[in-house]
């Protein structure tokens, strides 16, 4: 079976494209020779843009048609070279009068199928090329040169830009072959790439390898290593480009961190750091960030590095604007600086006075039971209670120390700030109310049904959990009514308990637990436990508590 969403390998890219021409109204499909365009050609007679090549590196080309871009892009099979007559239909289309300017990655099919598309309208047709050769895992005294990746799209937007401010072709290609002088790029992969037609990636890793400067077209790279950490990687990878720029001191770059197709976001912007903190020691400044989605190798999780030198010229030819969907949807004008992203620390520690025996005690249970309620959770619900009670306790040194209301207090602030999920704001709010009502009376028994009330009333219209629920309000609210019955506290607790066992036999029907149905019968509810242990906590002699 295919490891993609698709009707058959066969269909996979025109079943594609149709979406894509779908989804973007300004851009048109020719299918003969079988090349995309702007649907609207530009009025004026200024130079067009043509590039392409093999399917599989999207948004890369196709997204990149737009005003200030692409005029046309001929799509090839996957991996594959488009064919001479796609580029001659494209390169006819777009001709404007002013010439059409050739953007080609450098791959011998590339660029033999390009050139014989020039060859054949040479007397029609003014054109140029630009060949993309940025990749220095390819770099070698013999064969083809290197391949032509990330630092295509860069391309691209600056010659779109050059062109649509009126230059001529020769100018035009002239600053594209500066961009791809001072153009470097690298890529890694931790997963290789899998063909729309195979089950089997192109090649196999072990979880703990990766393929250093791999290719864009499943090709291995030049090293396969052991997996290093993000700022170790980046250094290996910004190295050589730094390297083969001889970039220096004082210099500026366009940084492109760039998905090959199945990295995450989130790696994304870490490697992005990484790179900024790698240039900043070598006294490099990154003036335009380009973080996201470019120029894929199907579904290889991986990333690619690009670093094109930038002066002001290049740079407001980056800055100019553009139509084409695939390019950064609002791109920065400047790098900000790196700053620390960390959670400030919440001041919810209440570590002066006497030790607090009766929350000692309820902080101790919770911590020595993280597992058996991350279990429960993970039985009943999606896991996560354990972390969550964790996240709010375990930071608190035994024995806890201060008033009740103080302690109370900063265990609600803990909660709310340290704390996700449900559990977090719910268990937020019962130890507010009670740290209220323990800082407003002194007689531990009234506090104590105050503050139970008033949560449960709170947490009720919060999350809207009746009795029955299987929430924590199973053990509160019996908890509640014994209070109000003037029952003893003893007493209260095994209400709660009570409560909380009742959950055994009910399945969720509100929070998380809720999705997993039938199978949380049997299984008590871990905020219904949790709260009960609060009240067994709490002293049975409360003359001095
Ligand atoms: P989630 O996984 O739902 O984000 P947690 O795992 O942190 O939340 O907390 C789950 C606990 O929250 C449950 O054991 C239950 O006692 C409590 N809970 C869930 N929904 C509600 C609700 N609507 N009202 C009161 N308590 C709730
Ligand atoms: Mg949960």
Redesign the pocket.
């Known amino acids: 079976m295919s490891d993609y969403i698709l009707n058959s390998p066969g269909t996979f890219i025109t079943d594609s494209l149709r979406g894509f021409v779908a989804a973007h109204p300004d851009i048109a499909w020719q299918p003969d020779p079988g090349f995309l365009h702007q649907r609207e050609r530009t009025g004026d007679a200024t130079v067009a843009l043509v590039s392409g090549g093999g399917s599989g590196h999207e948004p890369m080309h196709s997204g990149m048609i737009g005003v200030g871009m692409l005029d046309a892009a001929c799509p090839g099979l996957v991996f594959t070279s488009p064919n001479a007559l796609q580029i001659v239909g494209a390169t006819r289309w777009a001709d404007r009068g002013a010439g059409v300017l050739h953007i080609v990655k450098n791959y011998t099919g590339d660029v033999m199928n390009f050139r014989i598309a020039r060859h054949l309208v040479r007397d029609e047709i003014a054109t140029d090329h630009v060949i993309v050769d940025d990749d220095v895992a390819s770099d070698s005294a013999t064969g083809p040169g290197r391949r032509g990746t990330g630092a295509t799209i860069v391309v691209e937007k600056i010659c779109g830009a050059a062109a649509a401010r009126g230059d001529e072709l020769g100018a035009v290609a002239e600053i594209g072959r500066h961009v791809v002088a001072n153009a470097r790029s690298i890529s890694v992969a931790y997963h290789a790439c899998t063909m729309p037609s195979k089950s089997e990636p192109t090649f196999e890793l072990d979880a703990d390898e990766m393929e250093f400067g791999v290719g864009i077209h499943g090709e291995a790279g030049r090293e396969r290593t052991a997996r290093v950490g993000a700022r170790e990687l980046v250094n290996r990878m910004v190295d050589p480009l730094v390297d083969a720029l001889s970039l220096v001191h004082d210099e500026q770059v366009i940084a492109l961190v760039n998905n090959l197709g199945s990295a995450h976001p989130l790696e994304l912007d870490l490697v992005f750091g990484e790179v900024v903190a790698d240039l900043d020691r070598r006294g490099i400044t990154v003036a335009r960030p380009m973080v996201g989605t470019f120029v894929t190798a199907l579904d290889m999780r991986g990333v690619s590095i690009t670093l094109v030198r930038a002066d002001d010229e290049i740079l407001s030819l980056f800055d100019a604007p553009t139509t084409a969907p695939g390019w950064a949807a609002s791109p920065s004008r400047s790098t900000a600086p790196l700053t620390d992203t960390t959670f400030a620390e919440p001041s919810d520690s209440a570590d002066d006075g006497e030790e607090n025996q009766w929350l000692t005690r309820f902080v101790r249970h919770v911590q020595e039971s993280i597992d058996d309620l991350t279990e429960l959770?993970q039985r009943a619900?999606?896991g996560?209670?354990g972390t969550?009670m964790e996240a709010a306790l375990a930071h608190f040194d035994l024995p806890v120390r201060g008033t009740d209301s103080q302690v109370l207090s900063a265990i609600s602030t803990s909660y709310l700030v340290r704390s996700?999920?449900?559990?977090?704001v719910?268990f937020g709010v019962l130890f507010r109310e009670l740290a209220h009502a323990f800082s407003d009376g002194d007689d531990f028994e009234a506090s104590v049904r105050d503050g139970s009330s008033r949560a449960l009333a709170e947490?009720q219209d919060?999350?809207?959990?009746q009795v029955g629920?299987n929430?924590?309000?199973d053990a509160l609210s019996p908890a509640v009514d014994a209070l109000d019955n003037g029952a003893s506290l003893a007493d209260v607790a095994r209400a709660a308990a009570d409560g909380a066992e009742s959950t055994r036999d009910t399945t969720a029907t509100?929070?998380?637990?809720s999705y997993v149905g039938e199978n949380a019968r049997g299984v008590v509810?871990?905020?219904?436990v949790v709260v009960s242990w609060l009240y067994e906590a709490m002293p049975s002699d409360t003359s001095g508590s």
Request: glycine letters at 28%; hydrophobic letters at 30%; charged letters at 25%.
């Open positions: 959770d619900g999606d996560d209670f969550n996700g999920g449900t559990s977090g719910i947490i919060l999350g809207g959990a629920d929430t924590m309000v509100k929070g998380r637990a509810d871990p905020g219904a």
